[in-house]
């Protein structure tokens, strides 16, 4: 089928490409940014919730403590009282003994009753002071469990303080990645960036100025009637000696680029919108995969490593030219080569 050419002026200067190329590098950076700015937010998110969790439990552990420390203080308070009434009976029946001792010595009454009041008294007095002495051992035993609780929320102070500095340091760690993974990216997306522009530079030298060969945005682009006959996935001898050319290119750029960059050549088989009726393809769809694959495989002969090249497919559905005429289904009829980050 005749190929129609576009005339123009071989000394001149096409921006374009170039331009293009500038800006889809761009929106890949800022894509890759935003990942990793959601990245970082959403890591940070899990790590603050957790922290909170943490936090909310030790103030329930301090409040609960706090109650029980408030009620052990009311039992205390209730215990010296008694021992204030105690003491209060203690000092009534040592003046009852008193004035019993004086009405004794000065003779009135009768000498065994005094000393059956006295016996009484004495009986009550050792009474009162056991009572004394149990009370006195219950406040002591509460001090001691007053100041245990009060070892209990110091160490729980010490624990919410020392929750809180790792949080603070969690949060640095975060900020000082984000900002490493940024620089690191962007570093990456620059060289990818570097090595595709020579790439596309050495196949236009290789493949030199010819009309159905050309650069769209990020892709190398050939006509589907340059590499395969019509409805067919055999590359035609035209078709391999310039898949032998971007053989020999692909090989160049897999020895310069670091091994650290996972870089991947994608092979696209395009159609147009005409279509299949009989022959080996069911549709476009089945027909553009076997032709990305043929020239996968043809490339992979030609020495190419394997897993650096994959082919894709897609029918008739992402055409270069919305137009339903001859030439813009001529357009859309393609084979692209992408080179990417894995």
Known sequence: MPLSRNHRNENGVNYWP???????????AIMFLLSVFVLAQYLLSREVSGQ???????????????????????????????????????ASSEDARSRLQQALDSGSGSAAQAEAKIGSLQGE??????????????VELLNQQLAALRQQIAALEDALQATESRDRESQTKIADLGRRLNVALAQRVQELARYRSDFFGRLREILADRENIRIVGDRFVFQSEVLFPSGSDELQPAGRDEMVKLATAIKELAREIPSDINWIIRVDG????????????????????????????????????????????FGEFQPLEQ????????????????????
């Open 18 to 28: 170039g331009f293009v190329d500038a800006l889809s590098t761009l929106l890949l």
């Open 52 to 90: 909170d969790e943490v936090l909310n439990r030790l103030n329930q552990q301090i409040n609960e403590l706090t109650q029980l420390l408030a009620l052990e203080q009311g039992n205390s308070s209730d215990l010296k009282s008694q021992i204030d009434s105690l003491q209060a009976s203690l």
């Open 125 to 138: 007095l050792s009474s009162q002071v056991q009572i004394s002495q149990r009370a006195q051992a219950q």
């Open 270 to 313: 395009h159609t147009d919108n005409i279509p299949i009726t009989g022959g080996r393809f069911k549709d476009n769809w089945e027909l553009s995969a076997s032709r990305a694959a043929a020239v996968v495989r043809f490339l992979i002969e030609q020495g190419v490593p394997a897993d650096r090249l994959a082919a894709t497919g």
């Open 323 to 342: 137009a339903d005429t001859p030439e813009a289904r001529t357009r859309n009829r393609r084979i692209e080569l992408k080179l990417t980050e894995r």
